[in-house]
């Protein structure tokens, strides 16, 4: 889950104050003569720096439908900030981070659907959990615009539970060349033959 750098952040915001910066002969004729203030016509890119995520996702109907009271009756608070309210977890806290296991399935906390196998796993060093692929028809993509930058969100295609974003092209040794970064909270796994081990440094 990837942010912009905050010097991209900085340059911004200080483009924006030099573009509103009252020089100081216009600050005196503004006090000395009162006028009607006309508000600052919108900014798309900052409706869509600070504004929610995909909206896609929440407009799709899910096999699995449950009101907000419903979700927050089956998930702990943080289960329910980041699969219902699209939340992320601090990078390297999650349980399944540096959880490796040579069978398994992976599957959502919400509804207990299959998402991912644990050979699908791999060692990123991303701070999330990793996946080159899901079990098909398992996940769904939308475009997020959050942030300032454009992204792929994936969801649950059960119960649309926000697991992350999926990054292509970063060049990682997989069949896919493909990173599902995915919350570990979004996750419960369920061993098939062996149990799970901590991986060794």
Same mark, same amino acid.
Not at 12 to 37: M, N, Q
Not at 105 to 114: E, F, H, L, S
Not at 194 to 199: L, V
């Given at each position: 889950?990837?942010?912009?750098?905050?010097?991209?952040?900085?340059?911004?915001?200080?483009?924006?104050?030099?573009?509103?910066?009252?020089?100081?002969?216009?600050?005196?004729?503004?006090?000395?003569?009162?006028?009607?203030?006309?508000?600052?016509? =919108?900014?798309?890119?900052?409706?869509?720096?600070?504004?929610?995520?995909?909206?896609?996702?929440?407009?799709?109907?899910?096999?699995?439908?449950?009101?907000?009271?419903?979700?927050?009756?089956?998930?702990?608070?943080?289960?329910?900030? !980041?699969?219902?309210?699209?939340?992320?977890?601090?990078?390297?806290?999650?349980?399944?981070?540096?959880?490796?296991?040579?069978?398994?399935?992976?599957?959502?906390?919400?509804?207990?659907?299959?998402?991912?196998?644990?050979?699908?796993?791999?060692?990123?060093?991303?701070?999330?959990?990793?996946?080159?692929?899901?079990?098909?028809?398992?996940?769904?993509?939308?475009?997020?615009?959050?942030?300032?930058?454009?992204? =792929?969100? !994936?969801?649950?295609?059960?119960?649309?539970?926000?697991?992350?974003?999926?990054?292509?092209?970063?060049?990682?040794?997989?069949? =896919?060349?493909?990173?599902?970064?995915?919350?570990?909270?979004?996750?419960?796994?369920?061993?098939?033959?062996?149990?799970?081990?901590?991986?060794?440094?």
């Amino acid at each position: 889950m990837r942010f912009p750098p905050f010097s991209n952040l900085l340059r911004t915001f200080s483009a924006l104050s030099h573009l509103t910066r009252v020089r100081p002969l216009d600050r005196e004729r503004l006090l000395l003569k009162p006028s009607t203030l006309k508000s600052m016509p =919108t900014l798309p890119f900052l409706g869509s720096l600070f504004g929610s995520r995909s909206s896609q996702s929440s407009n799709m109907s899910y096999p699995v439908q449950k009101n907000p009271d419903e979700w927050r009756a089956v998930l702990s608070p943080e289960q329910f900030r !980041i699969l219902r309210e699209k939340g992320t977890e601090k990078p390297g806290s999650g349980k399944y981070d540096k959880f490796f296991s040579e069978s398994g399935v992976y599957k959502c906390a919400g509804c207990d659907a299959p998402l991912y196998k644990a050979n699908h796993k791999f060692k990123s060093g991303c701070g999330w959990p990793a996946y080159y692929d899901s079990i098909p028809g398992a996940v769904v993509r939308h475009e997020d615009n959050s942030f300032g930058m454009t992204r =792929t969100e !994936i969801c649950c295609a059960n119960c649309g539970g926000h697991l992350g974003h999926v990054f292509k092209g970063e060049g990682y040794p997989t069949p =896919t060349d493909e990173r599902h970064c995915v919350n570990s909270i979004s996750l419960n796994f369920s061993p098939e033959d062996k149990p799970g081990q901590e991986e060794t440094k």
